[in-house]
């Protein structure tokens, strides 16, 4: 898939800001008064920007809301419901801890547990796509929200949690690269079932159907070079979790934890770029371009 800035910005901020929600539902970090005011502020401003991005990959970004109302079968919006609940009862719980210096046990955990089953049903609106494969596994949950819980806890300080949640993420990552390659052909998708002529693997195409682009061209088949995905993955994986790690290991200073949250952030992006850039959707098979 052609990936498209929006939603780049949209997985990429919104999962650190629900995440960085989920550890101050629990109270972490330990803050009242305009300190707790500073970490609401950004979890906020993280969340709902990534969820106004995302608006902007719509047709028509004024009927947005509509999306409401289909709660029962689109993920989309499931996930919709879940933010604004997160949003409302962290908003409650911030106004206790922030003006009130109350917290609120029950709806900080309550707001929580939104904010995680806010970054799951974001995985799940590309997790139930059977036409991309590469999306279409169990692991894509664990790796939106392992993504999310790491980045949070990296944007809350906790540096004994961000630890060995960064590891874990990591590792995720790499098996989800490593599942992720071979989930094109292990879906035996070729030629010939995209065309209707068999499961035939002799099946080629002559000539593209048509001489020009269309909306699935441009929207659904993008082609990334392995050595060129290779240097990316490398790169977002140094900048995501390697050089966060080691800026937290080495003694605390506010500006290494200041570069190991940006660092964070922008290996995540890329990542990302790389989740929707490698997204081999099956109907590049009936153009050639598998």
Excluded at 91 to 96: D, H
Excluded at 146 to 166: K, N
Aim: overall charge positive; aromatic content about 14%.
């Amino acid at each position: 898939m052609h990936p498209a800035p929006s939603v780049i910005i949209f997985t990429t901020l919104s999962g650190l800001g629900f995440g960085l929600l989920f550890f101050l539902g629990l109270g972490l970090p330990n803050v009242s008064g305009w300190i707790a005011l500073v970490f609401f502020v950004i979890a906020f401003a993280l969340a709902i920007g990534g969820l106004l991005a995302s608006t902007f990959h719509l047709g028509h970004p004024e009927r947005a809301w509509k999306a409401f109302s289909q709660w029962k079968t689109s993920w989309l919006s499931r996930e919709g419901w879940c933010a604004v609940t997160a949003l409302l009862v962290m908003a409650l719980y911030a106004f206790g801890v922030v003006f009130l210096d109350q917290r609120w046990r029950l709806i900080g955990w309550c707001g929580a547990l939104a904010s995680v089953l806010t970054v799951f049903t974001t995985s799940m609106i590309y997790t139930q796509l059977k036409t991309i494969p590469r999306w279409n596994m169990k692991l894509t949950p664990a790796l939106f929200i392992s993504f999310s819980l790491a980045g949070g806890a990296l944007l809350a300080g906790q540096t004994a949690i961000a630890q060995p949640l960064l590891l874990i993420a990591a590792l995720v990552q790499i098996l989800y690269w490593h599942l992720g390659d071979k989930a094109f052909a292990k879906s035996k998708t070729n030629m010939g079932t995209a065309t209707g002529l068999g499961a035939d693997h002799t099946i080629r195409a002559f000539e593209p159907p048509h001489t020009g682009t269309n909306y699935l061209l441009r929207e659904f088949v993008h082609v990334v070079g392995r050595k060129h995905a290779e240097k990316l993955r490398v790169i977002s994986f140094v900048l995501a979790f390697a050089l966060p790690i080691v800026l937290l290991v080495v003694p605390f200073h506010h500006a290494f934890a200041l570069l190991a949250v940006l660092s964070h952030m922008g290996g995540v992006a890329l990542s990302r770029w790389l989740f929707f850039a490698q997204a081999e959707h099956v109907v590049g098979l009936y153009y050639g371009k598998r």
